[in-house]
């Protein structure tokens, strides 16, 4: 159990170094790739993704990355409680670990920038249009968008290939289905590093956006777990 632990912490640590890396990159003062554009940004959280997953499985974990699949396993019964509840600890600590990693790759870059907003949005996803219903819609939809597809990669496709597909509906869906909240589409991905951003001695960070922190946690969830649902059935 320890070795998938340490798998999967490695991978979500991975997936939160590069996918939150290339949030500073891109919006950080004084980067080089300040201003790239959302193209760069889903692309190098695609990469992230299929990165993190060859981590992850090469040292014993999953590859899930993402405590949807974990949290779905238990209500649809599928594996044991006990190693569901590994991978969701993994991939907390793991994301949280990343969060910390990418603050100090950019440990000059916090205090050039000015803007508590853009300093955030580095570690968490906030809407571009505040709508309680509205937002947890987006990561509900999203959510059962990667889901589904993935689902149906898992079954299709078997061996390494998984990973860069699976990278490749993350791309679709930033692109797609991303506009709207910065489709946070997985709980560990924005708390741990939400987490991280309180907690880090960052200038003038400003607020971590608490009040908005649930959307993220439980909009994946239920898109999660419809769509394991839906699969399940239509694939039967």
Request: hydrophobic content about 50%; overall charge neutral.
């Amino acid at each position: 159990m320890m070795t998938e632990f340490m798998g999967e912490f490695m991978g979500t640590m991975t997936l939160i170094l590069l996918g939150g890396g290339v949030n500073a990159a891109t919006s950080l003062e004084k980067s080089y790739a300040k201003g790239s554009g959302w193209i760069v940004v889903t692309a190098g959280w695609a990469f992230a993704v299929a990165c993190g997953i060859f981590v992850a499985k090469a040292l014993g974990g999953s590859g899930a990355l993402n405590p949807v699949g974990p949290i779905s396993n238990i209500v649809l019964g599928k594996e044991t409680l006990a190693a569901n509840l590994v991978q969701v600890a993994a991939e907390f600590s793991g994301a949280f670990v990343g969060a910390v990693l990418v603050w100090l790759q950019y440990l000059p870059h916090w205090k050039e920038t000015k803007d508590a907003d853009t300093k955030r949005g580095v570690f968490c996803t906030a809407p571009a249009i505040p709508n309680t219903s509205a937002n947890f819609l987006s990561e509900v939809i999203g959510t059962f968008a990667l889901v589904l597809v993935a689902s149906a990669i898992g079954k299709a496709i078997e061996g390494t290939l998984q990973a860069p597909l699976i990278g490749m509906v993350v791309w679709a869906v930033g692109m797609s289905l991303g506009g709207s909240t910065g489709y946070a589409i997985n709980p560990a991905r924005d708390f741990a590093p939400r987490l991280a951003h309180a907690l880090l001695p960052i200038e003038g960070k400003g607020s971590s956006n608490w009040s908005y922190a649930w959307i993220p946690i439980m909009g994946p969830i239920t898109g999660a777990i419809l769509a394991s649902f839906v699969f399940q059935y239509l694939s039967k």
